[in-house]
């Protein structure tokens, strides 16, 4: 329920949606959308069906963005995905803000502690060399990652929890937050909404983008680009209390 409740949050902090559909892309790896701007999010399939399609392809210009928006509800991944891309190009950015990437923040909080990290970031090796213990879960888990049925045993021993924006599409972010209440915790990736509302929740730190160059973000996404490929965008972070 807490996953719902923090989706329609994320809606209803939006007054105005009677923005035009301009343009929307689902990429391989990202999907955008730009209306008032442009939303970015992470392109995400059904794990039990990846082959499940939109209904709607060719057809989604034509809805409204509202409607759009709402689709952040859905079973159906995809649509979840583009629901995340379309509140993303609504969000606007407090005065809190600043350019940067939030791993100096999350290394700073992990050093000699207990982290736990939802999906596989780049940074997992050199928060590994500073972290007391440094668990990564993931869906798919290679190397030394743990499996995402794993979390209800670890997160609650972290001091840090590092989580996925994708946790908001996938419905897993209540979970989570549940099980971590008591850790400082940073959510990131291109996915995560930079609104207040998820201060509301218990998050510290929120890491996400501004795309700077939208036909060059638009092209990289086009040919499948994954996110850390893009060019176009600039890391942007807020935190709470700031």
Same mark, same amino acid.
């Given at each position: 329920?807490?996953?719902?409740k923090?989706?329609?949050?994320?809606?209803?902090?939006?007054k105005?949606?009677n *923005? /035009?559909?301009?343009?929307? +892309?689902?990429?391989?790896?990202?999907?955008?959308?730009?209306? =008032?701007?442009l939303?970015?999010a992470?392109?995400?399939?059904?794990?039990s069906? =990846?082959?499940?399609?939109?209904?709607e392809?060719g057809?989604l210009?034509q *809805?409204?963005?509202?409607?759009?928006?709402?689709m952040?509800?859905? =079973?159906?991944?995809?649509?979840?995905?583009?629901?995340?891309?379309?509140?993303?190009?609504l969000i606007?950015?407090?005065?809190?803000?600043?350019?940067?990437?939030a %791993?100096?923040?999350?290394q700073?909080?992990?050093?000699?502690k207990?982290?736990g990290? +939802?999906?596989?970031f &780049? %940074?997992?090796?050199?928060l590994?060399?500073?972290a007391?213990?440094?668990w990564? %879960?993931?869906? =798919? /888990?290679?190397?030394?990652?743990?499996p995402?049925?794993?979390i209800?045993?670890?997160? /609650?021993?972290?001091?840090?929890?590092? +989580?996925?924006?994708?946790?908001i599409?996938?419905?897993?972010i209540?979970?989570?937050?549940?099980?971590?209440?008591?850790?400082?915790?940073i959510?990131?990736g &291109?996915?995560s &909404?930079?609104? &207040?509302?998820? %201060?509301?929740?218990?998050?510290?730190v929120?890491?996400g983008?501004?795309n700077?160059?939208?036909?060059?973000v638009?092209?990289?996404?086009?040919?499948?680009?994954? *996110?850390?490929?893009?060019?176009?965008?600039?890391?942007?972070?807020?935190?709470?209390?700031?």
């Amino acid at each position: 329920m807490k996953s719902y409740k923090i989706k329609q949050d994320l809606i209803d902090s939006i007054k105005e949606k009677n *923005f /035009p559909v301009r343009d929307i +892309i689902i990429g391989a790896n990202l999907t955008v959308l730009e209306s =008032k701007k442009l939303g970015m999010a992470s392109t995400i399939l059904n794990t039990s069906c =990846k082959h499940k399609i939109l209904d709607e392809s060719g057809e989604l210009e034509q *809805f409204s963005l509202e409607s759009i928006i709402n689709m952040l509800h859905s =079973k159906t991944m995809l649509k979840a995905s583009l629901g995340m891309a379309a509140l993303n190009s609504l969000i606007e950015i407090n005065d809190n803000w600043r350019r940067g990437n939030a %791993f100096e923040i999350i290394q700073a909080k992990a050093k000699q502690k207990n982290a736990g990290v +939802i999906g596989h970031f &780049p %940074f997992v090796d050199r928060l590994r060399k500073s972290a007391e213990n440094c668990w990564v %879960f993931e869906q =798919k /888990p290679n190397d030394d990652d743990l499996p995402a049925e794993a979390i209800s045993d670890y997160l /609650p021993r972290c001091d840090v929890v590092v +989580i996925t924006g994708q946790t908001i599409i996938n419905n897993t972010i209540g979970e989570i937050l549940s099980l971590s209440e008591k850790a400082y915790k940073i959510i990131l990736g &291109p996915s995560s &909404p930079l609104s &207040p509302v998820l %201060f509301d929740y218990g998050i510290d730190v929120i890491g996400g983008v501004c795309n700077s160059d939208i036909e060059k973000v638009k092209r990289y996404v086009i040919q499948g680009a994954k *996110f850390k490929q893009l060019e176009g965008v600039e890391l942007v972070t807020l935190v709470s209390g700031n």
